[in-house]
């Protein structure tokens, strides 16, 4: 899931929520910028 976060009160929230508010806003401040956070992607890399 892509996660988004706002600029402005800096909560972070996701796609779904964002399209609940109907339209590209964060739904806890209605600021318009924010920044696409990609899913955290945990490696494990094998020590050798
Ligand atoms: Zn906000």
């Known amino acids: 899931m892509v996660q988004y976060k706002c600029m402005r009160c800096g909560n972070t929230f996701t796609a779904?929520?964002?399209?609940?508010?109907?339209?590209?806003?964060?739904p806890y401040c209605d600021a318009r910028i924010m920044f696409k956070m990609p899913p955290l992607i945990v490696r494990r890399v094998k020590a050798r």
Not at 17 to 26: A, D, F, H, N
Request: with cysteine; net charge neutral; charged share 35%.
């Open 16 to 26: 779904e929520e964002m399209i609940k508010t109907l339209g590209v806003r964060c």
